[in-house]
Nanobody, 125 residues
Framework: HVQLVESGGGSVQAGGSLSLSCEAS????????MVWYRQVSGNECELVTT???????YYADSVTGRFTISRDNAKNTLYLQMNSLKPEDTAVYHC????????????????????WGQGTQVTVS
C-alpha cells in the first residue's frame, strides 16, 4: 500500500522557517522523481521544487534561495527546508512521487505523478 504522509506544517511569522517532511511507504522513494507543490484554497496549484532520482533539483523562481529540497533514502523521506518565509508562501504543501509525465497544474489540480500526499498547512503571517 503506497502512502505519502507530509508533516511539519504550522503557523510562523514572516521571516521565520519551517521544515516539512514527506514520509513514503510502499515503494522506494529514492528511485523516484519527487516534487513539492502547494495549493491555495484548492484553486491555485504551484510547483515549488523537484528532485530527480539522480539528485537534480529545480526550484520555482518564487522560492529560489529560500527553500531547499533534500531526501534521505535510508529513511524513505523527502524534506523541504523553508527559510525567510513570506505571507505569500501560505498554502497547503503536498509531496508527490513517481512521475509519468512532467508536473503541471490544470484547473487548480496537479497532474503528472502517480502518488500524492494529503498535504500539510503552512501559514505565514
Amino acid at each position: 500500500h503506497v502512502q505519502l504522509v507530509e508533516s511539519g506544517g504550522g503557523s510562523v511569522q514572516a521571516g521565520g522557517s519551517l521544515s516539512l517532511s514527506c514520509e513514503a511507504s510502499g515503494f522506494t522513494s529514492g528511485s523516484s522523481d519527487m516534487v513539492w507543490y502547494r495549493q491555495v484554497s484548492g484553486n491555485e496549484c504551484e510547483l515549488v521544487t523537484t528532485v530527480s532520482s539522480l539528485g537534480r533539483t529545480y526550484y520555482a523562481d518564487s522560492v529560489t534561495g529560500r527553500f531547499t529540497i533534500s531526501r534521505d533514502n535510508a529513511k524513505n523521506t523527502l524534506y523541504l527546508q523553508m527559510n525567510s518565509l513570506k505571507p505569500e508562501d501560505t498554502a497547503v504543501y503536498h509531496c508527490a512521487a513517481r512521475a509519468f509525465n512532467q508536473f503541471y497544474c490544470t484547473g487548480g489540480q496537479p497532474q503528472g505523478y502517480r502518488y500524492w500526499g494529503q498535504g500539510t498547512q503552512v501559514t505565514v503571517s
